[in-house]
């Protein structure tokens, strides 16, 4: 036999489908067709499957997009301490943190404590300082968001290199998505696509990809796809905010206020949907249960949205949303009989 050749000395250049780690891996998501969806409306529904990034959300877009620009202006530096703050219900934490370990940072994350317990343990397990706090109106000081803007400036003061990374007001939030997953969908589309609809927690995904989309084709529809409990539906309608209802859903609605990423993309934005819980479920259990697709509640919401959408405009339109996160990020609630049997929801057939 012959002897093993010597290792290299040098790492070899890398080559273009190799990621430069975990930044590098970070997007270009497959765009998925949504069999059942698609053949139920005459469209073609696709489903951007965010759920396959590293962190397993669509914010780790965010998380890097943030992170990045402070880099570029000089608030974080590479390789030297620094201190990320948020407050996140959950998958923005996840994305910061992943981004801050990579780039030698620590991360403190405020997350109400109503949030799936799988977020918190996967915060837990990567290494975030959680600080978990009482779900609290906006106005609130101990409201998340405040909560953890007051850590940050704290921490300045006392004369740490550190960002509240404010994912709600911080454009550098949507700039990500426009400059990567509105021309990833495009691409993936070879433009032929009608629509874009998905729901907003900060705003980041619709406003990006809305920016992105209708500066390559101004026609395209741009709709809100909005959860109950939230206020955004009747924003987009009548100008005023005005919430009712509630909803299991993570991440996504707000009742009281307009986040400055998705005031962003107001003049991009056409239309509005509301999406009730029984409606999101009944595509999660049949996405998982007849195509082998595990999502989330936001999902859920989105795929609802897309298929209302395609009914009101008819088959042949191509329609993109957004597969946010996956279901294993909520086995404790949206998989969980007992969990929805108490709230009258209907139970998947298989866990029943
Ligand atoms: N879905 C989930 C599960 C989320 O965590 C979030 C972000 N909070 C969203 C959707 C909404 O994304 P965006 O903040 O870009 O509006």
Redesign the pocket.
């Known amino acids: 036999m012959d002897a093993p050749s010597a290792p290299p000395t040098q790492a070899p250049p890398l080559q273009a489908h190799v990621a430069d780690g975990l930044a590098g891996a970070i997007g270009n998501t497959p765009l998925i067709r949504l069999r059942r969806a698609s053949e139920a409306t005459g469209c073609e529904i696709l489903g951007k499957a965010e759920f396959m990034q590293p962190g397993g959300?669509?914010?780790d877009r965010?998380g890097l997009g943030i992170i990045e620009d402070a880099e570029r202006r000089g608030q974080l530096v590479p390789g030297e301490p620094g201190i990320v703050v948020e407050g996140t219900?959950?998958?923005?934490g996840i994305g910061l943190t992943l981004v801050a370990n990579a780039r030698g940072y620590r991360s403190i994350i405020v997350v109400p404590h109503t949030q799936s317990r799988e977020k918190l343990d996967f915060l837990r397990m990567i290494g975030a300082d959680l600080r978990l706090v009482d779900p609290k109106p906006l106005r609130d000081p101990g409201h998340y968001v405040n909560t953890s803007r007051r850590i940050a400036e704290e921490l300045a003061a006392k004369g740490e290199r550190v960002i509240w990374a404010n994912?709600f007001g911080n454009l550098a939030?949507a700039a990500i998505h426009e400059a990567t997953t509105g021309p990833e969908i495009w691409a993936q589309t070879a433009g032929r696509v009608d629509a874009f609809t998905c729901?907003?927690?900060?705003?980041?995904?619709?406003t990006g990809v809305a920016r992105a989309l209708k500066a390559r084709n101004p026609k395209l529809r741009i709709v809100l796809a909005d959860p109950m409990g939230s206020g955004m539906y009747s924003w987009i309608k009548t100008g005023e905010v005005k919430a009712e209802g509630n909803s299991i859903t993570?991440?996504?609605g707000q009742a009281s206020a307009v986040p400055g990423n998705l005031e962003h993309g107001r003049d991009s934005i056409d239309d509005a949907l509301q999406v009730t819980d029984p409606e999101a479920l009944e595509q999660i259990f049949e996405l998982q249960q007849h195509e082998g697709i595990s999502v989330?509640g936001?999902a859920g919401i989105n795929v609802a949205a897309a298929i209302k959408l395609a009914r009101q405009m008819g088959p042949g339109h191509t329609i993109v949303t957004i597969l946010?996160?996956g279901g294993a990020r909520y086995q404790s609630k949206i998989f969980n009989p007992e969990f929805l049997r108490e709230r009258g929801l209907p139970v998947p057939p298989w866990l029943a």
Do not use: F, R
């Open positions: 959300s669509v914010k965010a219900a959950g998958n923005t994912q939030n729901a907003c927690g900060t705003g980041g995904t619709l993570e991440g996504i989330g936001s946010c996160d």
